[in-house]
């Protein structure tokens, strides 16, 4: 298989926030670009937040094609900085290659997730999952999503929604991703609550 060509951030976005640090070849937590850190620009006051799938092989010094399209979509609607955001964290160019869940990882990816909504007040992110392909993001979709309402933390998304119901992928191949219009937000849901099922095995 040939060796891809390295991509690049556009001037001024290149990741300013990453977690975990140092950076670990197998899971990514949190990337983004907001400012007041390494970079010296100025903190940002209203990064877009973005919950995407799960991550591939971009980091603090080579951008992907699902990041450089969120990057630009926080330009196009007047952020002053992105944050990109997983169901789960676990690496892999293509979500059918992961490994089964992980609750240790997934509740660290969860803590991480705690750490962006907290610092950064955030009350909505947006949705850019595209339809599980498999138990394991399906499993990390059924938890996070509620506890992010639980949060008090709306996902939205822009345009219609994939016929599953889930928000569209940036690199869908079916229809263009829009960042345009009016705001679709999904609806509230009932928690999977981890524990929960944790305590049933006991009985």
């Known amino acids: 298989m040939p060796a891809r060509?390295?991509?690049?951030?556009p001037p001024g976005q290149q990741p300013d926030l990453w977690r975990p640090d140092p950076e670990h070849p197998d899971?990514?937590?949190v990337l983004g670009r907001v400012g007041g850190g390494v970079t010296g620009a100025a903190a940002a006051a209203n990064?877009?937040?973005t919950v995407a799938m799960n991550p591939s092989y971009a980091g603090r010094?080579?951008?992907?094609?699902t990041v450089l399209r969120l990057v630009a979509a926080s330009e196009a609607l007047g952020h002053d900085g992105w944050i990109l955001l997983n169901l789960y964290p676990e690496r892999a160019t293509s979500p059918r290659?992961?490994?089964?869940f992980d609750e240790g990882l997934w509740r660290a990816n969860l803590a991480a997730i705690d750490e962006v909504l907290q610092r950064f007040d955030v009350r909505e992110v947006l949705g850019a999952w595209g339809n599980p392909p498999n138990a394991t993001i399906r499993r990390a979709r059924a938890l996070l999503v509620p506890a992010l309402a639980e949060r008090g933390v709306r996902v939205f998304c822009f345009g219609e929604l994939t016929a599953q119901g889930e928000p569209r992928h940036p690199m869908q191949r079916t229809s263009a991703w829009r960042v345009d219009g009016e705001r679709r937000y999904l609806a509230r849901q009932p928690p999977a609550d981890i524990d929960r099922r944790r305590r049933s095995t006991r009985r």
Request: hydrophobic fraction near 30%; charge should be positive; charged fraction near 35%.
């Open 97 to 100: 290659d992961l490994r089964p």
């Open 61 to 65: 010094s080579e951008a992907d094609r």
């Open 5 to 9: 060509s390295p991509l690049r951030y």
């Open 47 to 49: 990064p877009l937040v």
């Open 27 to 29: 899971h990514r937590f």
